[in-house]
């Protein structure tokens, strides 16, 4: 400060030596006076990003007010550039062939391009199915993309979409630029985006349904990808519409799940007819399923109303911590009515509250009416189709669309269980469909072991997967149907890792990829078991029985389960309601087991 003071007097000495007015003087004297109050002088320079240098303090940058330095890897990437801007590195990369490095490996998911390394040196393309529907057309064209660009096949998805593989970054900008032309998108297929809107898949033609509800799904599909603002939330974001219908989309596994439901004559003023209740927070691999949150909304409402319940958690969701950064989590801190409070300030129509109590039951759901032949309320049919473990060969594919075609309304749906529906068959074209789908060698028939056996991708596709859950649940089938025949559903799900994308702990069986040590001291596949899960109206999560079991072994064990389950059942006993009767120790009792030593 002395050197400041010095400078300042010898300034003012200059001023009354320079020939300056006295009122001149006067001012000059109360500008310096006030500099040297302030104890320090001004720089009135600028930096790069034009913000003035001298200003006491600069405030904390953030991203919906966590600082920069405190965001996850994953956040910070987000905040350096947006997932959807690059698409130019797309391109540059297709020109030299080149995979995506650093920060733009999480980007390219924002296009539905996964990097899969280091279980295969490739690209995954998810691709974006609203309510699970597409026409023949589109589906041949998806055959196309597996036979031109990727390994001569496809996989059916846990969220009623399609996914194609061993694909090279040459050809990736030309994929995304044909599924557009199909009027397709992988658009927000990946990373911490509103994932694949699933609906009923015999929506519009269910005789048992309240409502259409793909109307709503593809507005919802749509509503999501034009606002650009509903792109980067602090983790994925599920979304769901249940018809009210016979056939399960797991809606109570999902983030935001709207059920159909009747609302009759009441005492609170509602409008007897068709809504949606909405139900909130899904997460099984979290072990959670979603609760009603107490609201009744119109069809129309659902759109706004899941928007604005994003725009809320985008807002204030954890972007520091990627186990807590779901729904479930901002719920948990807040609970539902703070949730619906914040919810309701940004829409410009009340939340209308109305008891659960108030409507009409859910009807039950018919387990494995995905498979088979069906009748229509329009009297036509719709055919099931089992595809293994969703896996479909371009030639299948092609096929299925020449039925759907030559019998059908030109359509397909596919299913969050990994099989496809051809709706619109008539009577007397349901022999000929049947023989065309055995000649493309799949089948239709609810087979009550195989039909319900869902799969991951497994470690053959993807680097958490501690299991090649596709071919070991293929020889599980294999094996279970050479011994013995069910007369009651039961599904069993193969996941490889905790992320439990085939979700195991909704299956009747359920496993979970991990690796065991065996004598050597050498690692092999594995599966912790789980048993007694189910979603709807028979809603649990399974319980672990079973630690690091063998590969090898799991297949032997499963038989033993189902032998005591046909053995010891009560009359009419379903395998959920039979594994749930017993405690975890009587389960294992139940089965001569021994365990391999590790």
């Known amino acids: 400060m002395g050197a400041e003071l010095e400078s300042a007097t010898k300034a003012m000495v200059d001023f009354n030596n320079s020939g300056f007015s006295a009122e001149q003087t006067s001012y000059l004297s109360g500008f310096v006076s006030g500099i040297l109050q302030a104890n320090e002088l001004p720089f009135l320079g600028q930096d790069a990003q034009a913000r003035f ?10 991203v919906h007010g966590t600082p920069i330095e405190d965001l996850c890897r994953e956040e910070q990437i987000k905040h350096e550039k947006h997932g959807l801007d690059c698409y130019d590195t797309i391109c540059a990369n297709a020109e030299t062939n080149t995979f995506p490095v650093d920060g733009d490996i999480f980007r390219y998911k924002f296009h539905g391009l996964f990097f899969v390394t280091p279980a295969q040196e490739s690209l995954m393309l998810r691709c974006r199915v609203a309510g699970g529907a597409l026409s023949t057309h589109q589906f041949r064209g998806l055959a196309e993309i597996a036979a031109d660009w990727g390994p001569g096949h496809a996989d059916l998805t846990t969220r009623a979409n399609l996914q ?3 694909i090279m970054p040459k050809d990736a900008a030309s994929i995304l630029m044909k599924l557009a032309d199909l009027g397709l998108t992988s658009q927000g297929a990946g990373a911490d985006n509103v994932r694949n809107i699933t609906a009923t898949p015999t929506t519009g033609f269910d005789p048992t349904e309240l409502l259409d509800v793909l109307p709503y799904a593809r507005a919802m599909h749509y509503a999501i990808l034009k606002n650009r603002d509903l792109f980067g939330l602090p983790r994925k974001f599920n979304i769901s519409y249940d018809s009210g219908g016979a056939i399960s989309t797991c809606t109570d596994t999902n983030d ?3 059920y159909a439901v009747k609302v009759l004559e009441n005492e609170h003023g509602v409008t007897p007819g068709i809504y949606f209740r909405m139900q909130l927070c899904g997460i099984t691999g979290h072990k959670q399923f979603a609760t009603d949150c107490g609201l009744l909304l119109t069809p129309a409402e659902t759109i706004p109303v899941a928007a604005a319940l994003m725009r809320v958690f985008i807002e204030h969701g954890d972007r520091t ?7 479930k989590y901002l719920v948990d801190d807040w609970g539902i009515p703070k949730m619906l409070g914040e919810t309701a300030k940004k829409l410009a129509f009340p939340l209308r509250h109305f008891p659960l109590t108030a409507c009409e039951p859910s009807r039950p759901k018919s387990k494995h009416g995905h498979l088979g032949i069906h009748q229509q309320y329009d009297g036509k049919h719709y055919i099931g189709v089992l595809t293994p473990v969703g896996r479909m060969s371009v030639s299948q594919m092609h096929a299925l669309a020449d039925i759907a075609d030559e019998f059908g309304r030109g359509e397909i749906r596919l299913t969050v269980w990994q099989n496809l529906i051809i709706p619109g068959i008539t009577e007397g074209n349901l022999q000929a469909a049947i023989t065309a789908i055995q000649a493309a060698g799949l089948d239709h028939r609810n ?3 195989t039909g319900g056996l869902i799969a991951c991708t497994g ?4 680097k958490f997967a501690a299991a090649d859950t596709k071919a070991q649940a293929i020889l599980l089938g294999s094996h279970l149907s050479s011994k013995m025949i069910l007369d009651q559903a039961v599904n069993i799900h193969l996941t490889g890792c905790q ?3 085939a979700q195991h702990y909704i299956g009747d069986i359920g496993m979970m990829g991990t690796r065991v040590k065996i004598e050597d001291g050498s690692t092999v596949d594995g599966y912790n078991i789980v048993l007694g899960g189910g979603v709807d109206d028979t809603q649990a999560l399974a319980r672990e029985i079973w630690k690091s079991v063998r590969a090898d072994e ?8 189902l032998v005591a389950y046909l053995r010891d059942r009560r009359e009419g006993e379903s395998f959920i309601q039979f594994a749930n009767r017993h405690s975890p120790e009587e389960l294992k009792s139940l089965c001569n087991f021994d365990q391999a030593a590790a």
């Open 53 to 62: 240098t001298h200003e006491p303090s600069q405030a904390v940058e953030t």
């Open 447 to 449: 087979n009550s072991l």
């Open 554 to 561: 799991m297949p032997a064990l499963i038989e033993q389960i």
């Open 164 to 166: 194609i593989r061993e």
């Open 321 to 327: 911590n990627r186990k807590k950064a779901r729904l």
């Open 499 to 501: 992320n439990s994308c």
């Open 459 to 462: 470690s053959q596709g993807c």
């Open 256 to 258: 935001i799940g709207f």
